[in-house]
């Protein structure tokens, strides 16, 4: 499974999943299931596996508030707009990849603005071409999206990652210094 966050929003998925494992039958179980649900759509941007958790949700608790929350999410529910809260129509995204620090050591962000939803894949390569690292690979939304590179077990130098999608190539630089 690829994660596309690598680093303390794996470590809450693990820690929420063994919550929900060892405390099956606890209250907290729908909010900590729900949680997880809101991880994997907003963080992890995984929004086949966030459905899934919602529907599971709904299913265990149909009563629960927390139930119409995830119906909500699933696009089934209500939705509560406040009267002081006004939409406003979404801006037109360019889109934009790049990291930031750079030069960084050892852990650099890279963030990525998509126009519009796509599979994609974002790789590190070294300067010879050989792949170190696949960061990303799966569906994404359209927004912005940002990625943690921890290259601490890597040497000092110059990388280039890269975002594929359907119609998008984009390579860029980085430079770790140690």
């Keep these: 499974m690829n994660i596309f966050y690598v680093g303390r929003e794996s470590k809450a998925l693990e820690l929420s999943e063994q919550l929900i ?14 949680g997880q649900g809101l991880m994997y759509k907003y963080e992890m941007n995984d929004v086949v596996r966030a459905e899934e958790i919602f529907k599971e949700v ?4 149909p009563e629960h508030g927390t139930a119409l929350s995830a119906k909500e999410q699933l696009g089934k529910g209500e939705k509560y707009l406040p009267k ?15 990291n930031y ?3 960084f050591n050892p852990v650099t962000i890279i963030q990525a603005t998509l126009p519009e939803a796509d599979k994609f ?7 010879l071409g050989k792949e170190v690292a ?3 690979n799966g569906g994404m ?15 000092s130098g110059v ?9 998008i190539n984009i390579s860029k630089k980085m430079m770790l210094r140690k």
């Design 21 to 34: 494992k060892e405390y099956s039958n606890h209250p907290l179980t729908v909010e900590w299931l729900y």
């Design 58 to 61: 709904v299913e265990k608790s």
């Design 84 to 98: 002081a809260q006004i939409a406003l129509p979404a801006l037109p995204m360019e889109l934009t990849v790049n």
């Design 101 to 103: 620090p750079n030069p």
């Design 121 to 127: 894949t974002l790789k590190v390569y070294n300067m």
């Design 134 to 136: 696949t960061l990303f």
């Design 141 to 155: 939304n359209a927004g912005i999206h940002k990625v943690n590179f921890d290259a601490s077990q890597l040497a």
């Design 159 to 167: 990388y280039v990652y890269k975002l594929i999608g359907k119609n």
